[in-house]
């Protein structure tokens, strides 16, 4: 297991294009689980998709929710949850501090979080090569895929209080 040397976290440069937004037909099937803690400390997990997740750079990132869900609920009162995904034959986990934005409109009708990476974490070891994690497939792909378009296009233009996360 790794984690970042001592100074900011960043994220790799793969993991940067990953979650970009700019191939979400690419990233068809990735589940990336957002982990939060209820008001009773008990964790709780949110599988999310490359449509909902925005990385703006090596540190900054920016998440689309539904309103109403626990989750959303979670986020908005810590201000803290961890991402955690497969890729490129590892497991990471990020924790993220983030908060809560202006709601992104309609159509995309979400709770947009715009957040910090705190800590990188980079699991692999020699014996054991991760080929996936969780993994979904799309019935209906162009319907899927437009809507992650207008998230992520949302997510782009989301501003957020001063003093707070890009």
Not at 136 to 163: K, M
């Amino acid at each position: 297991m790794s984690a970042e040397p001592a100074g900011e976290p960043r994220l790799s440069s793969g993991v940067v294009e990953l979650l970009d937004g700019h191939d979400l037909e690419g990233g068809v099937g990735l589940t990336i689980q957002l982990l939060t803690a209820d008001a009773s400390g008990w964790p709780r997990v949110a599988l999310l998709s490359v449509g909902e997740v925005l990385v703006l750079d090596d540190s900054v990132l920016r998440l689309a929710l539904w309103p109403g869900s626990r989750t959303t609920a979670n986020l908005t009162r810590t201000g803290r949850a961890t991402l955690a995904f497969v890729h490129d034959h590892a497991s990471y986990s990020l924790q993220l501090e983030a908060q809560r934005a202006a709601d992104l409109a309609e159509p995309v009708g979400r709770a947009a979080f715009c957040g910090r990476v705190a800590a990188v974490h980079r699991d692999e070891v020699p014996y054991a090569v991760l080929q996936t994690g969780i993994t979904f497939d799309l019935p209906d792909p162009a319907a899927v895929l437009e809507r992650w378009r207008a998230t992520i296009d949302a997510l782009r233009g989301v501003t957020t209080a001063p003093g707070g996360p890009t």
